[in-house]
């Protein structure tokens, strides 16, 4: 199949050559309309914006790439090591990006991917799947981390759901009645499956009350605060991450509110702090799921036209002293 060129991106948006050249580097000097035009047609055309493609696109680079929402912090510092462990032993090097939710930002972290990577792996719950479906480039296989984009897709899952309702199950066993969900971002797949999971698991003699958060320590220590204000009572809370679980954590002990004792708290991850810091969780094995990710795909890069696949992996409840005493 031919690989498409600049021209062919020109004719398609019924712009020049030299518009082409403007959107696609991002020059300010094009209109919002001839951008959005160029962009599209480049990605029908799955045209790669470099003189190197085709020599690219026959040869392998033995480079993942990677798409995550974010670069930094305990939980994907935890999934870059695991991919990296496992591609390095297999050969590959990463190739790191981050995606935002906004339409342009993402276009522009997966097309500079193209040429440079043998195969993708993507993290992205917070995009909307049919928005981010057309995106992905159709020419390179493509692992998803907790993220649906396309039917058929190759995916890895974490069982948001029953982690939620293992730690529901746990706060009500341990005598909790009046529980605080802080949930991570509405827009976010992983935080709505883990507040469905509160739900589904929620005795009728527990009261759930859920308060909205952004996945930041800052955003559960807010939460704390507010509902100390308001004179709220409840004697648990369980974060929909493990950064916002130590925000909380913080918050109530500089109230003056013991824990376990005066409320339970308990977070989603176990990102390396939260075993520091002895905090309850769910295990998800953040390393693992990295380094089958990148094993996953460097397989079917050895196996062209493998048949996708879909793995559900089920996290684990861990118990430490915010919620159970330590002896």
């Given at each position: ?6 021209r062919d991106?020109a ?11 403007r ?9 919002p309309?001839?951008?959005a035009?160029?962009?599209?047609a ?7 914006p470099?003189?190197g493609?085709?020599s ?5 680079t033995h ?5 995550l ?5 305990g939980?994907f510092s935890e999934?870059?090591r695991?991919?990296?462990r496992?591609a ?7 190739l790191l990006?981050?995606i ?7 276009v522009?972290?997966l097309r ?6 043998d195969?993708l792996v993507?993290?992205a719950p917070?995009v ?11 020419s390179?296989p ?7 984009a396309a ?5 890895l ?6 982690g ?6 746990h ?7 009046r ?6 971002p509405?827009s976010?797949s992983d ?26 320590e800052v955003s ?18 369980f ?6 679980a130590?925000?909380a954590?913080?918050?109530l002990r500089?109230?003056g509110?013991?824990?376990p004792?005066d409320?339970a ?9 939260a075993?520091?810091?002895s ?5 998800v094995?953040m390393a693992?799921?990295?380094a ?6 460097i ?9 996708p ?12 002293g915010?919620?159970?005493p330590e002896?």
């Amino acid at each position: 199949m031919t690989e498409a060129t600049i021209r062919d991106v020109a004719r398609r948006a019924a712009v020049s050559v030299a518009s082409v050249s403007r959107a696609l580097n991002g020059a300010s000097n094009v209109h919002p309309d001839t951008r959005a035009r160029v962009l599209a047609a480049a990605d029908e055309l799955g045209y790669v914006p470099h003189a190197g493609a085709r020599s690219l696109s026959l040869a392998r680079t033995h480079a993942v790439g990677v798409v995550l929402p974010d670069l930094h912090g305990g939980f994907f510092s935890e999934m870059i090591r695991g991919l990296d462990r496992e591609a390095s032993v297999r050969g590959y090097h990463l190739l790191l990006s981050n995606i935002q939710p906004d339409r342009d930002h993402a276009v522009q972290a997966l097309r500079a991917m193209r040429g440079r990577v043998d195969g993708l792996v993507i993290m992205a719950p917070h995009v909307d799947p049919p928005a981010l479906a057309p995106m992905l480039p159709a020419s390179l296989p493509t692992v998803m981390i907790n993220t649906h984009a396309a039917p058929g897709a190759s995916m890895l899952r974490v069982d948001n759901g029953a982690g939620a309702e293992a730690m529901i199950h746990h706060l009500a066993q341990i005598g909790r009645r009046r529980i605080v969900h802080i949930a991570g971002p509405a827009s976010n797949s992983d935080a709505q499956q883990r507040l469905q999971g509160c739900k589904a698991a929620l005795p009728s003699h527990v009261d759930l009350r859920v308060v909205e958060g952004d996945f930041t320590e800052v955003s559960g220590a807010e939460a704390i605060r507010r509902l100390l204000t308001s004179n709220a009572d409840f004697d648990a809370v369980f974060a929909a991450n493990d950064m916002m679980a130590l925000g909380a954590l913080q918050a109530l002990r500089s109230a003056g509110r013991r824990v376990p004792k005066d409320v339970a708290v308990a977070g989603f991850d176990d990102v390396p702090l939260a075993r520091y810091l002895s905090l309850t969780t769910i295990r998800v094995h953040m390393a693992d799921i990295g380094a089958r990710a990148a094993a996953r795909l460097i397989e079917r890069l050895g196996t062209p036209g493998s048949e996708p696949f879909d793995e559900l992996i089920v996290p684990a409840l861990v118990v430490r002293g915010t919620t159970v005493p330590e002896a």
